[in-house]
């Protein structure tokens, strides 16, 4: 009797330990496929590595690399949760490929995008390499929208060969990092960071004009532009778009962080300082790139010579424990020393305005409010130029520091 129930015991651990082993997927360059509601296809690649044992998924867009570790498998399942954005895929392996979905938590709703993926294919867009007949190199001024509703951006791509990197500059930030391809005179972007599924193409007529623009956004999101060639192009000045009310200096705000405490502009860690109020979102691509630079290099430089910093969150729901977790996952993610408050929610109508009513306007996010040591708002900067922006970010950073140094000297 004791032999028999070891038996079944020692098979049943055996059943369990093979349905629950990890799909050990191959390593190197793979091409990932996300289709929209009208079948176009949004491809982007990552890599597969092996790291202690241990599989990863690398992102690959341009020079960044988005790294994800949460990977789990049960039979031919497997599961990847994003580190940002609140999003997942969920797939099945069939030894030749992944097929699914991947989905995208939305507060109130779910987005989802069916999903396949190839090992062993470094392509993105095309398998050949089709010599380009123009170039796409250097500044151009593009324009979105029609006539009803019109943005004009900022363009900057570097080829080399048929091979395409670059981005789209708005006044509220960029699109990140962007690769593609030229084939003959047709353009082919796109981008993958876990939280956004971009794709851009257009004609190329000659090498100055860009006609037949089409943006893809996510599920379902669908957009024209054009552009022409404008090494003088620019934005306005990201200093003068946002402003206080007539007869205000200072804002005022008291919102619970994650742990659900009260912190107030007002506390005495704040008082005396340079104070740095980032408003963000968990869901907010270049607010993940301004965390990233603020944590990376900007607060050990400046803040124990007198600077701190807030982070005003306004996420997709009113339920306050999804917004912690959303924001726990940020948090954690950057390693964010500074307090996270739970603020606002994005699509309500007139937010951020509403909970900074001191704001005679708000254009988006981010936008980085610099209080000086009296406290009174000095600059208002709307958006933010990431690092896949090359030397609009690095004009940034240099611009922004020596305003920090000019405050904390007075």
Not at 229 to 236: D, F, T
Request: charged share 20%; aromatic share 12%.
């Amino acid at each position: 009797m004791k032999l028999r129930i070891a038996l079944t015991a020692l098979t049943f651990f055996l059943l369990f330990t093979v349905a629950s082993a990890q799909i050990k997927l191959k390593t190197g360059i793979w091409r990932g496929v996300l289709t929209t509601s009208t079948q176009v296809p949004v491809p982007f690649n990552f890599s597969i590595e092996d790291t202690a044992g241990i599989q990863q998924m690398v992102v690959l867009n341009g020079n960044e690399r988005l790294k994800v570790t949460d990977i789990k498998s049960k039979g031919d399942s497997v599961f990847i949760h994003m580190p940002l954005f609140d999003s997942e895929f969920k797939l099945k392996w069939d030894s030749e490929a992944l097929t699914g979905n991947w989905i995208k938590h939305l507060g109130v709703k779910d987005a989802v995008m069916e999903f396949n993926a190839t090992p062993n294919t470094a392509w993105r867009f095309f398998a050949g390499d089709d010599k380009p007949v123009y170039t796409v190199s250097g500044r151009w001024t593009a324009v979105f929208g029609d006539s009803t509703h019109r943005d004009t951006t900022v363009g900057e791509f570097k080829q080399t060969g048929n091979k395409v990197t670059g981005t789209f500059l708005t006044t509220t930030g960029d699109y990140r990092y962007l690769e593609g391809t030229i084939v003959q005179n047709s353009l082919y972007l796109s981008c993958f960071d876990g939280g956004h599924a971009f794709l851009f193409t257009a004609t190329l007529s000659d090498n100055n004009t860009l006609t037949d623009g089409k943006f893809y956004s996510g599920l379902s999101g669908l957009d024209s532009w054009n552009g022409v060639r404008n090494e003088n192009a620019k934005l306005p000045d990201a200093y003068s778009l946002t402003a206080l009310k007539p007869g205000f200096k200072k804002i005022a705000f008291t919102f619970k962080d994650i742990n659900g405490k009260d912190v107030s502009l007002s506390d005495k860690r704040f008082k005396n300082k340079v104070v740095i109020v980032q408003i963000l979102g968990s869901w907010c691509p270049n607010c993940m790139d301004e965390t990233n630079f603020i944590i990376s290099s900007y607060y050990p430089k400046y803040h124990d010579k007198g600077v701190e910093i807030i982070g005003l969150a306004y996420e997709r729901t009113t339920d306050f424990a999804k917004s912690q977790r959303t924001l726990q996952q940020l948090k954690t993610h950057f390693n964010v020393p500074y307090p996270l408050l739970i603020t606002g929610y994005t699509p309500a109508a007139g937010d951020p305005q509403k909970s900074l009513p001191m704001l005679a306007d708000f254009k988006g996010f981010p936008t980085t409010i610099i209080i000086d040591k009296k406290g009174e708002v000095r600059k208002i900067h709307t958006g933010f130029s990431g690092p896949g922006t090359g030397d609009y970010y690095t004009q940034f950073i240099d611009e922004f520091e020596k305003l920090t140094d000019d405050l904390l000297s007075e």
